[in-house]
């Protein structure tokens, strides 16, 4: 039973590595550096994302009723543009751009539907950091959600502010 449990654990360690990710206290550290904690405010971390062509590393969170995050680490210099890039892409698509007050006030927002008795919305946050940006985007609904965006962005806020 040892040798089955053992064989487990190695197979485990083995995924993580392809994975380009380690275990951490109360969470995973991405090999770039990335520290995603299993929870953040509310939020649970429900997904591991692999670097890309313009972003390094990430992690998908989930909420209650379908609010979701996505904390990305990008190349120094780097998250301006994915910022743009979102604005670009979801003007491009059709979907109208918002203001907002609150926590979301400070990022580019966009209203993905509005024919529901909830407004869909999706917001994106741009950070710079010492070593790193980075970017928070998060879909919730309109204004059932409303109270959860300002203390979510805060603990994304505060992660981040410890990653350098």
């Known amino acids: 039973m040892l040798l089955g449990t053992s064989t487990a654990s190695a197979q485990s360690n083995m995924a993580q590595q392809q994975a380009g990710w380690v275990s951490d206290v109360r969470g995973m550290r991405h090999f770039n550096g990335l520290r995603c904690p299993d929870l953040v405010g509310s939020l649970f971390r429900t997904k591991v994302l692999a670097a890309d062509a313009d972003r390094m590393a990430g992690c998908v969170y989930s909420g ?4 979701r995050a996505i904390m990305r680490q990008h190349l120094s210099g780097t998250g301006g543009r994915s910022a743009n890039d979102f604005l670009t892409q979801y003007t491009a698509a059709g979907f109208r751009q ?3 007050s609150g926590a979301a006030a400070n990022g580019v927002t966009f209203i993905t ?7 869909h919305c999706e917001t994106l946050w741009h950070f710079t950091g010492e070593n790193a940006d980075y970017t928070v985007w998060m879909a919730y609904s309109l204004p059932t959600q409303e109270a959860e965006i300002g ?3 805060d603990a994304f806020t505060d992660i981040l502010n410890r990653q350098n």
């Open 113 to 119: 539907s509005d024919w529901t008795p909830t407004t």
């Open 98 to 100: 918002a203001s907002l």
């Open 151 to 153: 203390p979510a962005l």
């Open 64 to 67: 209650r009723d379908g609010l």
